[in-house]
């Protein structure tokens, strides 16, 4: 059995290092980190760890390509593949061409029966396409933390964000497997309960709920 982190949204490295930083064991692991725009940057603050595997692709639901589009060039966050963002500004009119894959199979051709798997999913409303797949995977799953971003969008994007994250809710209360949901609104989720530690500790506590914040 191997230990697996899955990091869906590298951006510069952060949740690598905050992981590092949490698990005393993270040497051991084999930790996977997708990011399709600031990639260079996550490979150089990745650098120094040498179970991490950086891989320049949207994940989503498909393979081949699809468009990103960035944000301005003094943020190096809060790029997406959705419309409707009303923060960060996002350049509609500017979109990249970038790789997608497919997620859940990519999953279940680097995941083996009987690994132990945390996954963190923060894609800046992409999240909300994977959903609906989620399931297919989650009996293999151990600990799933999504940031939620619907908060984020005009209002009828928001809508058809919030209806999609109920259904995934209910379907997902009958896995054996820690879900952190969190839509906290004008804070910093890094520094409240966004910590893997903590998130180890509930799954070795056979603590299976889905726990949300400020949803």
Same mark, same amino acid.
Request: charged content about 25%; some cysteine.
């Given at each position: 059995? $191997? ?85 960060? !500004? ?8 970038? $790789? ?17 798997? %945390? ?59 820690? %879900? ?11 520094? !409240? ?23």
């Amino acid at each position: 059995m $191997d230990k697996v982190f899955l990091d869906l949204g590298g951006n510069l490295g952060q949740s690598v290092r905050r992981f590092y930083s949490e698990v005393p064991d993270a040497y051991t692991w084999r930790i996977y980190s997708f990011e399709p725009i600031e990639f260079d940057s996550l490979v150089a603050g990745t650098k120094k760890y040498s179970n991490v595997v950086c891989i320049k692709a949207v994940v989503g639901i498909k393979e081949g390509k699809t468009t990103i589009y960035p944000t301005g060039k003094l943020q190096r966050q809060g790029s997406t593949t959705e419309f409707g963002k009303t923060t960060g !500004g996002v350049l509609y009119d500017n979109g990249l061409e970038v $790789d997608e894959i497919d997620f859940v199979k990519w999953f279940k051709s680097f995941v083996r029966p009987g690994d132990f798997v %945390i996954v963190k999913i923060n894609i800046e409303g992409g999240e909300y396409r994977l959903m609906p797949y989620l399931p297919k995977i989650l009996p293999q799953v151990s600990g799933l933390y999504i940031k939620l971003h619907h908060y984020k969008f005009k209002d009828l994007q928001k809508s058809r964000m919030i209806k999609i994250y109920n259904q995934f809710k209910e379907q997902a209360k009958q896995f054996n497997t820690f %879900i952190y949901c969190d839509a906290a609104e004008g804070r910093d989720s890094d520094k !409240g309960r966004y910590k893997f530690g903590w998130m180890l500790k509930e799954i070795e506590a056979g603590n299976h709920s889905v726990l949300e914040l400020a949803v």
